[in-house]
């Protein structure tokens, strides 16, 4: 049996439309993001390329494309341009119709989102910054950037500079910060695709330090983190400046300035009675002061503990008040919900504190024995600094190089 050349072509036809097209998207990242533009490529899957025509729909309605190019490339794209995407190839000659596969594309404003780790930190700490991009995908490259206070503001923003090395961004997702010592805080971007798609800058994150910062201090007046609601708090900056901010950062990490929530008295803020639960800090042209973790209470208790952390070596006493009275008849201290054994009654004396004392303490007082216990929950972390260590063998350095020089003085006398 012969097959002849007319019947190949039939049976290589009857094949044919059996084919399907296929339709690619460069760069095939999913998600997109708003800005980004990609290419749409049909392959009719047989023959030359200018063999055919094409069109191109999205959610099958056809858009406007140069039909002799099997190429369409789309400009920014907007959360609109999200959909099944499809291309159709028609032979210019042959009464063929090839359809493609269809290809969702999905188009979302990319997120980027820092976190730090700690959160909270000691003298000599090392911190992680953490940068994604919601939602996730593939192909960035990373941005990370130091605030930096701008005193002519007057809303809560910051200016931000480029942490060191990081002109060309990084491609971890994460930078570490070694021997973080006081308040600061950050932000990062991403950017990926050529031409380069940048995504908006994330929240500020803080890392907020309790301790010593000679060149901007905080003090809270009562001397203490948790408050009454019907106490008046004063915020007290002191260090080198003559111009101070308070800010307060609330639980979802929104800001607001001491305007909002005191008055201002030279370099104090008086809350009256509209301090709220947060972080304070103050902050100066060019500096961060220690952070307070400060809770206000609407209940009878209060837990009296120090503002500053507390440092390895030194004592702590905590306290528990009453709303109405400062002496409590009957205290109990529990440190992660377990009752101390403490032969002092109304207070709490550690007086070397160590790394094993770190954790949640709260206390539960009682008016009087026939009074019901009114017990008050109170979490407070005692963090514990190596500040103490690392200053001591600078005191001592100093001092011996003192002691030297003196000895020096009095034998050339
Ligand atoms: C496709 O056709 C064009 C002109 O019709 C020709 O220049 C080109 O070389 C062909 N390409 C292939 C791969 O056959
Ligand atoms: C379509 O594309 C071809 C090849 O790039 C080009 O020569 C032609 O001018 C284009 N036609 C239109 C209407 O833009
Ligand atoms: C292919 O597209 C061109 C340009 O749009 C058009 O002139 C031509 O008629 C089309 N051919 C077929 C077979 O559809
Ligand atoms: C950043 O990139 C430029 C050019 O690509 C290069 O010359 C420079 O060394 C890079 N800088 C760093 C810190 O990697
Ligand atoms: C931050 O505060 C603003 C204005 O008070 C409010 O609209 C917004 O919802 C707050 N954001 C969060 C995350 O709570
Ligand atoms: C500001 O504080 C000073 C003393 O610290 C006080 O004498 C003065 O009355 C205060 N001013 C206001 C407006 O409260
Ligand atoms: C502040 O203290 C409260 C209560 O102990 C806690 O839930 C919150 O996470 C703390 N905030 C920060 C920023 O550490």
């Given at each position: 049996m012969m097959i002849t050349r007319k019947k190949t072509r039939f049976i290589l036809c009857m094949l044919c439309l059996f084919l399907d097209a296929l339709l690619h998207i460069?760069?095939?990242?999913?998600?997109l993001f708003t800005g980004e533009k990609v290419s749409f490529i049909c392959d009719s899957?047989?023959?030359?390329?200018?063999d055919w025509n094409y069109s191109f729909s999205s959610n099958d309605n056809f858009f406007t494309t140069n039909?002799?190019?099997n190429r369409y490339k789309s400009s920014?794209?907007?959360?609109?341009?999200s959909g099944e995407y499809q291309c159709v190839a028609d032979h210019k000659i042959r009464p063929v119709t090839r359809e493609s596969n269809k290809v969702s594309l999905t188009v979302s404003d990319p997120r980027p989102v820092l976190t730090v780790s700690p959160s909270w930190t000691s003298p000599g700490d090392s911190v992680t910054l953490t940068c994604s991009v919601e939602p996730p995908s593939a192909g960035w490259r990373f941005f990370w950037y130091k605030a930096v206070p701008d005193m002519?503001?007057?809303?809560?923003y910051y200016n931000f500079e480029l942490l060191a090395g990081g002109t060309n961004g990084t491609e971890q997702d994460s930078y570490i910060l070694h021997g973080q010592t006081h308040t600061a805080g950050y932000q990062c971007r991403a950017e990926r695709g050529d031409p380069v798609f940048n995504t908006k800058y994330s929240d500020v994150k803080f890392v907020w330090s309790g301790g010593v910062n000679p060149a901007a201090s905080l003090t809270v007046?009562?001397?203490?983190?948790q408050h009454f609601s019907t106490e008046s708090l004063s915020l007290i900056c002191e260090g080198n400046s003559a111009e101070w901010r308070w800010k307060k950062a609330d639980e979802d990490g929104n800001r607001s300035l001491c305007p909002k929530w005191g008055e201002r008295n030279g370099s104090t803020c008086n809350t009256d009675t509209r301090a709220s639960s947060g972080v304070y800090w103050c902050e100066s042209e060019t500096q961060f002061s220690n952070a307070a973790n400060i809770t206000i209470h609407s209940g009878d208790v209060i837990l009296v503990s120090p503002v500053r952390p507390v440092t390895e070596g030194h004592s702590v006493t905590l306290g528990c008040k009453l709303r109405t009275e400062n002496l409590l008849y009957n205290v109990d201290f529990y440190k992660n919900d377990k009752l101390i054994p403490n032969p002092v009654r109304g207070e709490l004396l550690i007086s070397a504190v160590t790394k094993s004392d770190e954790g949640f303490y709260k206390c539960t007082g009682r008016k009087?024995?026939?009074?019901?216990a009114s017990s008050s929950v109170f979490l407070v972390p005692l963090v514990v600094g190596l500040v103490s260590g690392v200053l001591l063998i600078i005191l001592l350095l100093l001092f011996l190089r003192r002691y030297r020089k003196s000895e020096g003085e009095i034998f050339s006398f």
């Open positions: 460069e760069p095939n990242w999913s998600p899957g047989e023959g030359n390329d200018t039909r002799t190019v920014s794209l907007t959360r609109g341009d002519s503001s007057t809303n809560t007046s009562p001397h203490r983190l009087s024995p026939q009074e019901a």
